[in-house]
């Protein structure tokens, strides 16, 4: 079980270094943040790393991804990093606020926390915890699940800076806010990055977060997020991934909603060589409402796995998800859908789906779409398909003068449409929209900047044909 | 037969029906027309029943007894049949045996022996053909996929099974086409008896063209604000529900 | 009215056990607790060759190494294995030759059961295999089957009269270290069931097995072993209750079939073991593993089940399809009432290419039960062009109780096709008001309607038990006791 070894090694090595590394570590630290780092260590050091043994961790093996000799970046990069050299968002007509991390480091621009006018946060999560305390206290550490998964307790043992936002009651932030984390570094990497989201009673949010790298060394990103909507707030969230196939990158977020609160999350899945996001939803006050949506189109030897846990907590509900991946050369998916309805949590209304295409015989999906149901008046349904591309609608096509290879594409394209489709801002999608397109014609592997970065010349493939009519 | 007096009804508190009187009499058709919303539906459920009605003053006397201490079932067994508006699919429950249950349930009421399975079956046969019915329906769920049509015809066959003294058609002609119209009022026709009663709920005068009632009464936030012949449906047709409220 | 409602509805969902009575019968019964001198004696019992007391020895040691399994949503005290008879038979004075020689008040037990086993009075032909405890007492029609080659005796008849046929397939498809209860039955199993079908052959009548527990202490753990040769058919039924006592009772099964070539077999089950009071004490508790092996190419294996009993169930018939173009069929109606758990689902394992599995399954919770679907699909690379549709539907009556649904899916090959669907509903009150309207009672109502809800499964039963089975279905949720 050589495996096993080389996970206790990483582990051990972690261990030492937290102990060695501590005043570093601590040195920001308001004594709320200390506690909280202090006992998620303890909880690592019990954990440990996932193993394919563990129910959850079934489908994902991450023994070669822990494998390697990882550094760590233990101090803050240079104040003058200028951000713009390695990295341009060029996605035209799409003006966002851009927030960005550097090797899991907060870029600064001008300063480390920019307040806007109308009283919206944004910054270093690491200078938050020196200026917001109260905040912080009342927030970090809150909606996530430390005391279960090893990856959380690591990550919050050794977090030390990432996105903060706060958004105060009341306020429509006009911009579309883009988090993006670049890793740039020429030797393997493994970073812990931590954000911190709060949306306050009737404020809205867009958010948009994008996984870059730019040299192509192994990493492994261990990110969490934690976001705390309030009464009546909404936050429109997407996550869009390509990343290289020499990195583990594993998500986390953790959404903690209050009454009439609704939330929109999409994972947007192009490339990388483990990705792993997991989304836990707690509906924590009535009327509020969730909608977690995915797709993924892997090829390869890439692997997938969209870990959704929506927590009915109390009466009068929604949740949707619909998750959709086409699985081509070697490529493997999970789904793991996990929908629980708690006692009293009557006229729930929960939904959930999970499509899949595999183009190869090497190519697996590995799907557990679970309901856990103690209220009787709920209305809750799941689905769960795993195929081929249509051979009716195929034939269809062909039968209209289009080659094979470019009718299978437009049904691939229509596959993943109803997905792309929720996207609800107008610059964002049709930017998606074209990466779909070319991701399907095999031009975009990974992109050398951002992940909208499209210089790639288009081949002629007409997408004009509605296929949703056939 | 039925005799409604002073009746008021409110559902979550909110005032629906707000004195209502009505008389019935064996052998009679009337037809209650009006606006949405005045409840029309509100009384045919609270003469039927339905749980969530809160009856605040008045009585319903059918037949002697007091309806308002009777539970849903034992006003079904007395005689009353609702025709639903919208029918509610009940999955997997052939309309045989659901019909079987509701007559057998309702023989015990009255002491009487279950229906003897080949009695039972050639009643269908001849009820079936009186409405024109497709041979294949009594197999199916009770209103699992049928169409709106299907549904009413459903209602009326049910009607024609259990053969109540009163049965209170709501919108019965709602969401039918003209063939389909035409095969529920000749059910009606075909099903009067000189013992039996039928109130007939609709928003149109079409449907009166093919049930003449014997009487027609305008129900009006919550009252009967009117009563007269089967003329005055016309009349109604004619000058619209802008003319009662000019009236009140 | 709407706690009237709901009274009525406590009222339904709280029935009454009427199969609990307790026959007393001079037993004959091994020393409380498992050890291996146990499985010596019980082994010695049955005369057995030495070859199958290897076999029982070495699944108990294997069991040894074995803890319980806890991944099922379910939950119960310990089980005390040292606290439980293993072997317990009623005593006989000689070899039976003729019914006469029954015991009467055997018979008698199992006529207040509503099983024959005097044959001339069987109207449907049905014959039956009647296992009480540990031992079986009569296996009717047995003559009757012989003239077509049909084997069907009890598993310790066939050990003496059939060793062959018994070692050559005994724990070919359930391996003794398949899982600690398999490991824990085939140590201990003390009789059950044999039947082999030859080439060919049609099996003219559907053959039964009824279970009955009724020492007190006792654990049972029978096992059935069906094998339908090339081109055989049969239609298999098993039914079971047991006495009503404050205690658990522990029952351990192992089912094996075996489908070669165009053979069919189609297994039906009444699960109806003791499920405990109202308040939760006692009940049996079921750890079964059943499971079939499509082995030949264009085989069939259908479970169908109807688990209204016990206190545990914890039960995944399951259905290997290894035969190219082999079919697997798992139709399942679950009742849970009171505190009755349920974990109970089916395993499709498509190893053949072009093979197909079809999965109905409707679970029903009432009172502040538990009821689980727990069910793996899994189709291999090899396995082109398969096929598998799922439907698991969940229905709750009041809000104590739980409906969960934990499916597995996993494909290897893109030739294949996948379908799953699940949805959760309740009774609702409109359709309440239109059965109450047309003067239908609201305990029949339930009725009707958990019926129609059960169809598409009841459907699959053979006549003789699908009667039974609505009845069951309706007294498990309603007051009245047949």
Redesign the interface.
């Known amino acids: 079980m050589e495996h096993i070894q080389i996970e206790t090694d990483l582990k051990s090595s972690l261990e030492s270094i937290f102990t060695e590394k501590s005043p570093t570590l601590f040195s920001k630290d308001t004594p709320y943040v200390a506690g909280v780092r202090k006992q998620a260590f303890d909880k690592f050091a019990q954990l440990g790393f996932p193993t394919a043994r563990q129910?959850r961790w079934r489908g994902t093996d991450l023994s070669k991804s822990l494998a390697p000799d990882y550094e760590f970046i233990m101090e803050a990069p240079g104040e003058n990093v200028d951000i713009e050299k390695i990295f341009q968002c060029e996605v035209p007509h799409f003006e966002t606020f851009l927030v960005a991390q550097l090797n899991g480091w907060y870029v600064y621009r001008n300063s480390p926390l920019t307040v806007l006018p109308s009283g919206v946060v944004i910054g270093s999560l690491a200078k938050a915890f020196e200026q917001y305390p109260d905040l912080i206290k009342q927030h970090y550490g809150k909606y996530t699940e430390q005391s279960a998964e090893g990856l959380i307790a690591l990550n919050t043992a050794f977090a030390q800076d990432g996105i903060f936002i706060y958004v105060p009651d009341n306020v429509t932030v006009p911009d579309v806010i883009q988090m993006v984390n670049i890793v740039d570094f020429d030797r393997n990497l493994m970073l812990q990055a931590r954000n911190l989201v709060i949306v306050g009673k009737n404020s809205h949010l867009r958010l948009v977060q994008c996984d870059d790298s730019i040299n192509h060394k192994v990493t492994f990103i261990n990110s969490v997020s934690e976001v705390f909507l309030d009464k009546d707030s909404s936050l429109d969230h997407y996550k869009l991934q390509n990343k290289d196939e020499h990195s583990t990158l594993i998500n986390s977020l953790y959404f903690y909603q209050e009454s009439g609160s609704s939330l929109s999350s999409n994972a947007i899945s192009l490339n990388g060589g483990i990705i792993r996001n997991n989304t836990t939803v707690k509906l924590a006050g009535e009327h509020s409402s969730a909608n977690i949506y995915g797709v993924y189109l892997m090829d390869r030897n890439q692997h997938i796995d969209n870990q959704v846990f929506i927590d009915h907590m109390v009466p009068n509900c929604q949740s949707s998800e619909m998750f959709k991946g086409i699985l081509d050369d070697h490529a493997s998916g999970v789904f793991n859908g996990h929908v629980m309805v708690r006692?009293?949590a009557?006229h729930t209304n929960a939904y959930q789906s999970n499509k899949?295409i595999?183009?190869?015989?090497?190519?697996?999906?590995?799907?557990?779409?679970?309901?856990?149901?103690?209220?009787?008046?709920?209305?809750?349904?799941?689905?769960?398909?795993?195929?081929?591309l249509d051979g009716d609608a195929m034939f269809y096509i062909r039968s209209r003068g289009i080659s094979e290879a470019n009718a299978q594409i437009l049904l691939m394209y229509a596959f993943a449409a109803e997905v792309v489709n929720k996207i609800s801002i107008p610059e964002l999608r049709q930017r998606i929209d074209d990466m779909v397109k070319k991701r399907l014609r095999g031009e975009l592997s990974y992109c050398d900047q951002c992940v909208l970065h499209c210089s790639t010349q288009e081949k002629k493939v007409s997408f004009e044909i509605d296929v949703t009519k056939i | 037969m039925l005799s409604i007096k002073n009746l008021s009804a409110s559902i979550n508190g909110k005032e629906i029906l707000k004195g209502v009187n009505l008389e019935v009499k064996a052998g009679e058709v009337h037809a209650i027309m009006g606006p949405n919303g005045t409840g029309k539906s509100t009384l045919a459920y609270v003469i039927?029943?339905?749980?969530?009605y809160e009856v605040t003053s008045g009585e319903i006397i059918f037949n002697g007894r007091n309806l308002l201490e009777l539970?849903?079932?034992e006003r079904?067994?007395e005689g009353?049949?609702?025709g639903?508006q919208y029918?509610?699919e009940?999955?997997?429950?052939s309309i045989t045996?659901?019909?079987r249950?509701?007559?057998n349930?309702?023989r015990k009421?009255h002491g009487l022996d279950p229906i003897p399975a080949k009695e039972f079956l050639s009643k269908m046969e001849e009820k079936k053909k009186m409405l024109e019915l497709q041979d294949k329906l009594t197999n199916r769920?009770v209103n699992e996929g049928f169409s709106g049509g299907e549904k009413k015809k459903n209602e009326i066959f049910?009607m024609a099974m259990?053969e109540p003294m009163l049965a209170i058609l709501d919108e019965t002609d709602s969401g039918l086409d003209i063939d389909a119209l035409r095969i529920v009022a000749t059910g009606v026709n075909k099903l009067r008896r000189p013992d039996n009663a039928t109130v007939v709920i609709t928003h149109y005068q079409r449907l009166l063209d093919y049930i003449v009632p014997d009487v027609v009464h305008v129900l009006f936030d919550g009252r009967i604000v009117k009563s007269g012949g089967k003329e005055m449906a016309l009349e109604l047709e004619e000058k619209g529900y802008e003319w009662i409220k000019s009236q009140l | 009215?709407?706690k009237e409602?709901n009274n009525i509805l406590e009222e339904v969902t709280q029935g009454d056990y009427k199969y609990g009575f307790y026959t007393d019968i001079e037993m004959d019964t091994a020393p409380m607790g498992l050890s291996e001198d146990t499985v010596r004696f019980i082994s010695a019992k049955k005369n057995e060759p030495e070859w199958l007391l290897e076999f029982r020895l070495k699944a108990y040691r294997h069991w040894l190494t074995l803890t319980e399994p806890n991944?099922a949503?379910l939950h119960h005290a310990p089980i005390n294995y040292q606290d439980i008879i293993f072997y317990a038979a009623p005593k006989r004075k000689k070899e039976l030759t003729s019914l006469d020689e029954v015991d009467p008040d055997l018979l008698d037990t199992f006529n207040k059961l509503g099983i024959s086993l005097e044959e001339q009075k069987r109207l449907s032909g049905v014959a039956v295999d009647a296992v009480i405890d540990s031992v079986s007492v009569k296996t009717t029609f047995t003559e009757t089957l012989s003239k077509y080659g049909i084997i069907f005796c009890s598993f310790s008849e066939a050990v003496q009269n059939h060793p062959d046929l018994v070692r050559q397939y005994l724990a070919t498809v359930v391996p003794a270290t398949d899982n600690f209860f398999a490991a824990l039955n085939s140590a201990v199993f003390s009789d059950g069931s044999f039947c082999y079908i030859p080439k060919g052959v049609r099996c003219p009548i559907e053959l039964s097995t009824y279970f009955r527990i009724n020492a007190a202490n006792t654990g049972q753990f029978e096992r059935t072993l069906i094998v339908a040769d090339e081109g055989a058919y049969v239609s298999y039924m098993e039914g079971c209750t047991a006495p009503m006592r404050d205690e658990n009772q522990l029952h351990a099964a192992i089912v094996e079939i075996i489908a070669m070539k165009d053979a069919e077999v189609k297994y039906s089950t009444v699960q109806n073991w003791y499920p405990g009071d109202k308040n939760g004490l006692g009940g049996v508790y079921n750890f079964v593993t059943k499971r079939g092996m499509c082995k030949g190419s264009h085989s069939k294996i259908s479970w169908t089940q109807v688990e209204t009993g016990s206190a545990i169930t914890w039960k995944y018939p399951s259905v290997v399809l290894m035969g190219d173009y082999s079919v697997g069929e798992f139709y399942s109606v679950a009742v849970t009432n009171n505190f009755q758990q349920a974990d109970t689902g089916t395993k499709m394992m498509h190893l053949g290419k072009n093979t197909r599995s079809t999965i109905i399954s409707k679970g029903i919770s009432a009172g502040q039960s538990n009821n689980s679907y727990r069910g793996l699909v899994k189709i291999i690379?090899r396995a082109?062009n398969s096929r598998n549709y799922s439907q698991c539907d969940?229905l709750?009556?009041?809000?104590?109780?739980?409906?969960?649904?934990?499916?597995?899916?996993?494909?290897?090959?893109?030739?294949?096709?996948?379908?799953?669907?699940?949805?959760?509903?309740?009774i609702?009150?409109?359709?309440l008001?239109?059965?109450?309207?047309?003067?239908?009672?609201?305990e029949?109502a339930i009725g009707?309607?958990v019926?129609?809800?059960?169809?598409?499964v009841l459907q699959h039963l053979p006549m003789e038990f699908a009667v039974e089975a609505q009845k069951l279905l309706a007294i498990s949720l309603e007051g009245s006791v047949g």
């Open positions: 129910e006692k009293d009557q899949n595999l183009l190869t015989d090497k190519a697996t999906v590995d799907t557990k779409p679970f309901l856990e149901i103690y209220a009787d008046d709920v209305k809750c349904s799941h689905g769960a398909t795993v195929g081929q | 039927a029943g339905r749980q969530g539970s849903t079932e079904a067994c009353i049949f609702l639903f029918p509610v009940i999955p997997g429950v045996n659901f019909l249950t509701a007559m349930e309702q009421y769920s049910q259990l | 009215m709407e409602q991944w949503h690379k082109e969940s709750l009556l009041g809000d104590k109780c739980g409906a969960h649904t934990f499916p597995y899916i996993k494909a290897e090959n893109h030739s294949s096709i996948i379908e799953h669907e699940a949805t959760t509903s309740k609702s009150d409109d359709q008001f239109y059965c109450n309207q047309r003067g239908i009672s609201t029949s009707l309607i019926n129609g809800y059960a169809k598409e």
